[in-house]
């Protein structure tokens, strides 16, 4: 009895073994489980709190001016008006048309239109329009914006380096602008220019744009190239120009006042006769009232034959610095005075009446040929 029971012992000792593995198998998948349903649950709580800090910031960089347009679009936009009023400009430039003022007037030797301006030797660059020059530098702008407002851009360049050029582009205009500025104010005093003053509103707007958008600390990175481009730009244009520094004295201004001119001298009746005889076939000659030479060419005619001839005055408002030839004279591409024009042929200078008469078909001998010798 002793003997089994001392056997029994050891296999129940040795049988229960297994038992409890299983048990503890199950207890620990069910903390497995306890723990997998922990996670599972805690997870949808805690990730909207983690989320949302995270995804918030994508939104606020890359739309920081999203209530309306961005600045590339602005800058798109603005480039495209700046496109529009030079390509305008160019066609009157090209077409020698005149422009439309509403502020200043719009006819040509006005002292306050704008044509004046438009139309005066600072609107060429090397002998190019300066519209045309703007026409092209607002157009790249316009585009270079557009395709960084869709991020898409071409030649493989990067943002950063086609914010640089946008950068120097603009640049490049307001320096242009507020020399021209300079120009307006010290050459054209007291006349408007509208569309000077609103390209010139464009260039600043386009500058200060893409500066706030480059961020200041991005921008002083690139400050001595900017100093390099307004250099550049402000030194071609006075090298074109040949304007003087700012800062030395002006040169003195011309300004005579249109007075007819007097002949005293008395016509002899073959001067009379050859003014008749040049006006009938209508030669002409163009001249001005302060010119010397103009003023000898009358006195060989006298008073009375100087009145017969057909005498188209180039400056008749007046001369000074701002003054047009007269559109007839314009037409007729005069470049001196005295210039007659017989029979389609252009003659330039002070003519003698036998040269005149030579020109015209004039015949001496049917009007008294030894006078001649004596007034030439």
């Not at 066609?91 to 139309?119: E, H, Q, R």
Request: hydrophobic letters at 40%; one cysteine or more.
């Amino acid at each position: 009895m002793s003997i089994s029971s001392a056997t029994s012992i050891p296999r129940t000792s040795s049988t229960p073994s297994p038992l409890p593995l299983r048990p503890l198998s199950a207890a620990f998948h069910s903390k497995v489980d306890l723990r997998w349903r922990v996670k599972c649950m805690t997870s949808p709580d805690t990730k909207p709190d983690t989320q949302v800090p995270a995804s918030s910031p994508p939104p606020s960089s890359s739309s920081p001016a999203s209530p309306g347009l961005s600045s590339h679009s602005w800058s798109a936009a603005l480039g495209g008006l700046g496109f529009v009023e030079t390509a305008y400009l160019t066609y009157l430039k090209l077409t020698n048309s005149t422009a439309f003022c509403p502020l200043g007037g719009g006819i040509v030797g006005d002292a306050g239109g704008c044509t004046d301006i438009l139309g005066s030797d600072y609107s060429l660059v090397f002998g190019v329009p300066l519209p045309l020059l703007g026409m092209a530098s607002y157009g790249f702008v316009a585009a270079l914006a557009l395709q960084l407002s869709k991020n898409s851009l071409p030649f493989g360049f990067g943002a950063s380096d086609s914010r640089t050029l946008l950068l120097g582009a603009t640049t490049s205009l307001a320096a242009t602008s507020g020399y021209l500025l300079y120009i307006l104010t010290t050459q054209f005093p007291g006349q408007s220019c509208p569309y000077c003053l609103f390209s010139a509103f464009l260039s600043f707007s386009l500058f200060l744009i893409t500066v706030k958008e480059l961020g200041w600390q991005e921008t002083q990175k690139v400050l001595g190239l900017q100093l390099c481009i307004a250099s550049l730009v402000i030194a071609s244009l006075r090298f074109s120009y040949g304007a003087p520094l700012p800062f030395t004295p002006r040169q003195p201004e011309i300004n005579l006042e249109y007075i007819p001119t007097e002949i005293t001298t008395p016509s002899a009746p073959f001067t009379i006769s050859l003014a008749k005889h040049l006006r009938s076939i209508g030669a002409r000659m163009y001249g001005a009232f302060w010119c010397s030479h103009c003023i000898e060419q009358k006195e060989m005619f006298g008073e009375e034959a100087a009145k017969l001839l057909n005498y188209v005055e180039c400056f008749p408002d007046g001369l000074n610095k701002n003054t047009k030839m007269a559109l007839e004279c314009v037409a007729a591409d005069i470049k001196g005075f005295p210039t007659w024009v017989i029979n389609g042929e252009v003659l330039n200078g002070e003519l003698t009446l036998s040269e005149l008469a030579q020109k015209s078909g004039f015949e001496l001998s049917d009007n008294g040929s030894t006078s001649v010798t004596l007034l030439d």
